[in-house]
């Protein structure tokens, strides 16, 4: 079965930056598991997922602006340290989850610095401005359960959530 809208796909990836550095990996663990094109990937990738069968091994690279885009200069911002009192381990960085009670809607930051009186944070996706090169095995495709196309996602047998959509 080729990869399409979908299908259930289990693969093992390696994902580096330009540098050669690798920032995630799924050697050693189980395969990620995710439902083509329900927006659980970037939708580049997606892109160089479909068509592809079980036992096909490749290299993908995506550029910024086909991945996080280009870091944003305004979305630094310096915030009053109080505002951060709650976090006794506060470290640059450090990911923090904040919501918005206006719309209670949720937002990663980035510690990006801590002062006197501020905290620098950085609302950019972690990996903004940078070269993805993705290696890339698919050790399985099939067709996804009622309860999964009801769903839009996959789930394991204790109905955790395996895969969502990217932030």
């Given at each position: 079965m080729q990869?399409?809208?979908?299908?259930?796909?289990?693969?093992?990836?390696?994902?580096?930056?330009?540098?050669?550095?690798?920032?995630?990996?799924?050697?050693?663990?189980?395969?990620?598991?995710?439902?083509?094109?329900?927006?659980a990937?970037?939708?580049?990738?997606?892109?160089?997922?479909t068509?592809?069968?079980?036992?096909?091994?490749?290299?993908?690279?995506?550029?910024p602006?086909?991945?996080?885009?280009?870091?944003?200069?305004?979305?630094?911002?310096?915030?009053?340290?109080?505002?951060?009192?709650?976090?006794?381990?506060?470290a640059?960085?450090?990911?923090?989850?904040?919501?918005?009670?206006?719309n209670?809607?949720?937002?990663?930051?980035?510690?990006?610095?801590?002062?006197?009186?501020?905290?620098?944070?950085?609302?950019?996706?972690?990996?903004?401005?940078?070269?993805?090169?993705?290696?890339?095995?698919?050790?399985?495709?099939?067709?996804?359960?009622?309860?999964?196309?009801?769903?839009?996602?996959?789930?394991?047998?204790?109905?955790?959530?395996?895969?969502?959509?990217?932030?």
């Amino acid at each position: 079965m080729q990869i399409d809208d979908n299908a259930v796909v289990s693969m093992h990836y390696s994902l580096s930056n330009g540098h050669g550095d690798v920032i995630d990996s799924s050697q050693g663990q189980l395969p990620m598991v995710y439902m083509h094109n329900t927006n659980a990937l970037l939708p580049s990738l997606e892109r160089e997922l479909t068509g592809k069968l079980a036992g096909n091994n490749f290299e993908v690279v995506i550029y910024p602006e086909d991945g996080y885009g280009y870091a944003n200069e305004e979305l630094i911002k310096q915030l009053p340290k109080e505002q951060f009192s709650h976090i006794s381990d506060l470290a640059v960085g450090m990911r923090v989850k904040v919501m918005h009670s206006e719309n209670e809607k949720a937002e990663m930051l980035t510690i990006a610095d801590i002062r006197e009186d501020s905290v620098i944070v950085d609302l950019n996706h972690p990996l903004a401005g940078q070269v993805l090169h993705f290696v890339i095995a698919i050790v399985a495709v099939r067709e996804p359960t009622d309860a999964e196309l009801a769903q839009g996602f996959t789930t394991d047998t204790n109905g955790s959530v395996i895969s969502t959509a990217t932030d």
